[in-house]
């Protein structure tokens, strides 16, 4: 639909006050494409109005989640409503209780449904945005939701007027689209009234009177309880969030550096470095943690969750939680790792996925995945190998020989019962322990490579370097093998020359 002239002095003052709304926080560009999520009650229809009339161009998008008899017949009269309008519109069905996921609560599940749909409908329409209608009422029942679950300032600063729509999306789903809420100004009232002031067919979504659902209980019982001890209690609660969303907003220009000097993400999650976090005010370390576990696909707004994470990071021995949603955390020497559901190895780390053991050969790189490769070379040596290079170079390189029959060491992912000869102790350890003993997160040890010489390990990749890496002065041909990284990964392993070289 094309972008349309409008007279803002023959505007409804309800559709000024939007229109003003949008402007100051400078939420949509005048005539914009945007996705409407209509449900067909007051909130959504005034919404869609309004826009309509001020010019945008409008998608309307309605899901159905199927869970009650008679929504189709919703669906249905939100088209004929659209049609009348002359607004393109779309509206399908899901089945919510069969597409949520286990132990997914079905009201989380409809949420996640409906934002998913609203993406895709927003990507095949060209959309920058999708508008819900979202009112002042919805912001001060999710700051009392948040209240109540014991949030931090994250889930009380309520909802924000404008954010990437991939806040609520799984990652990369919805591109550069965001999620506008141009109600936000405006209370529940309002639209009504001005719905039936624009003569608006409405409907009615029962389960707003659903008393099980704690939004309804917050709505129908708690908020006229506190009218009871202050009558503008909705203003007051109103400007309490507004007020954190400011405070929130000047915390994470510190959580932002924080994670920047303290963090890396990669695709299987977040390693945190505990000692420059131990340095920032508890308010910047927290919200540093709810970020982390966020990003990872977790609950961050469960403050019990962000207490055992405090005390994570306060141990000074190896810890580990399983948080919900499936995400893990670690706690390894002055790190923390915060995996994502699922993990089964860590990219961050060396890792060997192969099937079977792979022959190192001088003069090539071998890669691991992840930027990670083990590269060979031969060198020919007239004299020993000084004892002060082969300490320097810690368990990141190691030399071996090369055999008289040309025999070529082998690489593998460590095994149950591995073992490898200790540099200089006569003894032997197993390769387990002492991937645990280096501390070696558990997501990342699964995978972990190691160095065979004639079918005993050699050599554990960046863990340590076992008897068979020691040169015997009657040595002259020899093999360098190093194991480099990505730039942002160089700091993740002990570089440290190993005990006894």
Known sequence: ??????????????????????ARRRLLRPGSRVVAAVSGGPDSMAL???????????????????????????AEQVLRQAAQWGIPAIAERCDVPGM??????????????????????????????????????DQIETFL??????????????????????????????????????????????????CRRMDTLLLEDPSNSDQSLLRNRVRHELIPILETYNPQVRAALYRAAHATAEAHQAISREVDLALSKASIETPDGFLLWL??????????????????????????????????????????????????????VWRARDRLFVVRPEVTSWAGFPQFLRGKP??????????????????????????????????????????????????????????????????GSGGTAKVADLL???????PARRAWPVVLDRGEVAWIPGVMRGELCRIPDSARSLLRIELTWPRLAAVWLAREADPGD
Request: glycine share 10%; hydrophobic share 40%; charged share 25%.
């Open 48 to 74: 869609l109005d309004s826009l309509n009339r001020l010019g945008y161009s409008l998608v309307v998008a309605h899901l159905d989640h199927g869970m009650r008899p008679g929504s189709w017949d919703e």
């Open 145 to 194: 939701l948040h209240l109540l679950r014991g949030s931090g300032t994250q889930g009380l600063r309520g909802m924000l007027p404008e954010q990437p729509l991939n806040a609520v999306v799984p990652p990369g789903a919805a591109g550069d689209i965001r999620l506008v809420r141009p109600l936000l100004g405006v209370w529940r009232q309002e639209t009504f009234d001005y």
């Open 1 to 22: 639909m094309a972008s349309r002239r409008y007279n803002r002095h023959k505007l409804d003052a309800f559709i000024v006050r939007v229109q003003d709304f949008i």
């Open 436 to 442: 645990s003993r280096a501390q070696v997160p558990p």
């Open 358 to 423: 792979v022959e190192i050969t001088p003069e090539r790189r071998l890669p691991l995945g992840g930027g990670w490769t083990l590269a060979c070379e031969r060198t020919a040596t007239r004299t020993r190998l000084p004892a002060r290079q082969r300490v320097a170079l810690g368990p990141h390189v190691a030399w071996m020989q090369s055999g008289a029959r040309g025999e070529l060491p082998t690489l593998r992912a460590w095994q149950e019962g591995d073992r490898m000869r200790l540099f």
């Open 100 to 137: 949520a996921a286990p132990r997914e609560n079905l009201e989380a599940a409809a949420r996640r449904l409906r934002y998913g749909f609203l993406a895709r409908v927003a990507r095949e329409t060209s959309s920058v945005a999708v508008v819900t209608g979202h009112t002042a009422d």
């Open 275 to 328: 000692e420059p976090l131990a340095e920032k005010p508890d308010a910047v370390r927290k919200e540093v943690l709810r970020r982390a576990v966020g990003v990872c696909g977790g609950d961050n707004e469960r403050a019990e969750e962000v207490e055992q994470l405090e005390r994570l990071c306060r141990l000074s021995r190896p810890g580990h939680l399983r948080l919900g949603g499936g995400v893990e």
